[in-house]
């Protein structure tokens, strides 16, 4: 039985969408003329990029395209009794709408206060604490703002602080997720890329789905 926390990535391994991207082509839509301020919005930093795209355009979480295997292997870690942590790239509204989308009617309102959460959110420190467990998909939420994006080296750094090194299992898809499964004690790859399995052929790794390549 798995006590070691479960973390996982939202864009392509949760969900196969990126979010970015979908923000990114919902606002332009909308407002064409914004491409202007890209520059100076990215200049600032990818958090704050994100963060003025999630001003101008909110996702329906329950609408995205959900990987089902990741979802079903996400249960059995709970059954095993790891906690879920979702930790993503992706802006913390976003990352919030997809976590309550997981949770029950009767849980809807255990969103809480926590101090936990590493200070990644100044202005919002929600995390989701469910009373049971077993009627959440995610116990925690890490996430960007427009200070901070949970990218790459950066979620390796918090995750390592929070949990140490090897101290968790890490659910991702691309190769900027190579310096968090270094990290992990177990690499779980989601629709990996050849290049990614070769990659990671050092770690001890798992594959829940794999991409078909021509």
Known sequence: MSKIPLIVDLDHT???????????????????W?????????????????NQLVKRFSINAQTLPYIQATIDYIIERKKQGSKIIL??????????AVANHFQTSKNSKTVVKNEQNLD?????????????????LFDDVMASNASFNL?????????IERFGENGFDYMGDHM??????????????????????????HLDTLVITQKDEI
């Open 34 to 50: 914004l491409i202007l301020l890209y520059p100076f919005w990215f200049f600032k930093g990818k958090g704050y990029l994100k």
């Open 151 to 159: 990218s790459s080296h950066n979620k390796a750094a918090k995750l």
């Open 87 to 96: 930790a993503t790239a992706s802006h913390k509204e976003y990352a919030f």
């Open 120 to 136: 990644l959110f100044a202005e919002k420190t929600e995390v989701l604490k469910s009373k049971s467990s077993n009627n959440s």
């Open 176 to 201: 900027r997720d190579m310096p968090v499964w270094e990290a992990s004690n177990l690499a779980i790859l989601v629709n990996p890329s050849a290049k990614i399995i070769q990659k990671t052929r």
């Open 14 to 32: 949760l969900i196969n969408t990126d979010l970015l991207y979908e923000s990114s082509m919902a606002v332009l839509k909308k407002s064409p």
